[in-house]
Structures are given as structure tokens and as C-alpha cells.
């Protein structure tokens, strides 16, 4: 009886250490990412000087901060909170779009629907590489100047 009554708690712990660590293996995006310009595509551009996207676990979902100096050299800061559950959430700071819509496709990747006054304007595809090191944005659609979108991004984890 002892015995069993041990195996309880044992038991509980195990499965919080396989749902934890089950946890920590998806979404591969979680991270800090820096753009590698030479190996990535702006159209229009010119491509952005530097950019630095952090992907943080929170409460609420995941938290994505941008940190970007574009092509002209203005520095451009964004950030939202989501589940990426295909739910719109608002953007502050993104010239692009006021609200995202990412919703989670795999471990390794997740659509996101821009928005601005209501109106679609930028659709990306997020993936990560089966190696973990490398994150890839396709980018189409119109910007805020109405301008036709054709991006990849290459970033590099960090």
C-alpha cells in the first residue's frame, strides 16, 4: 500500500516533466532571430539595415518584439502578444499593419495575416529549418504605400 501510494506522486511528476518538456519542443520559432541580409530578398526595398526579432513564451501566448532599422535608417519598433490561433491581436509599431492574425500551422511554422483599417495588407509564411537554426518569412501583399510585397527574410538564430 505504501508503496503505491508512492508511485502517485512519482506518477504526477513524470507526466509534468513530459508535458513540460513537450512544451519546450514546439514552436521552434521561440527565440531571438537577426536578419541576414545578403541571404534574404525586400522587394520593394531597400532591404532593412538590421533586424532583430525576439519570440518570448508569456502568460498570454507568445510575445514577438521587433527590433529593426530599415532601409532609410529609421529605427522601427513593434511588438504583440498572441496564441497563434489565428486570431487577430493588435500590432503596435508595425507601418504595415495594426493588427496580426498568426496561427500556428506545426512546430516549425505558423501563418499570419496582417491587417491595417480593417484591410488585409501583408500575408506571411514562418518556418523554421529542420536543423533549428534558420527562419524563413514570405512575405506578399501591399504595404502601407500600397506597393506590391514580395519578401523572403532570412534570419539566423542567435
Known sequence: ???SLLMVPVAMC????????????ADNWVGTWKLNVAASKFSPGPAPKS???????????IKLTNDEVDGTGKAIKGTYTA???GKEVPWKGNPDADTAAPKRIDDNSYDNTWKKGGKVTIVAKVV???DG???????TGKNAKGETV???AVLDRQ
Do not use: H, W, Y
Not at 15 to 23: F, H, K, N, P
Not at 51 to 61: R, T
Open 128 to 130: 523554421v529549418s529542420p
Open 14 to 25: 513524470l507526466a509534468a516533466l513530459l508535458s513540460s518538456s513537450t512544451a519546450l519542443a
Open 83 to 85: 496564441k497563434f490561433d
Open 1 to 3: 500500500m505504501r508503496k
Open 133 to 139: 537554426k534558420t527562419l524563413t518569412i514570405t512575405q
Open 150 to 152: 514580395d519578401n523572403t
Open 51 to 61: 533586424q532583430v526579432l525576439k519570440f518570448a513564451s508569456e502568460k498570454g501566448g
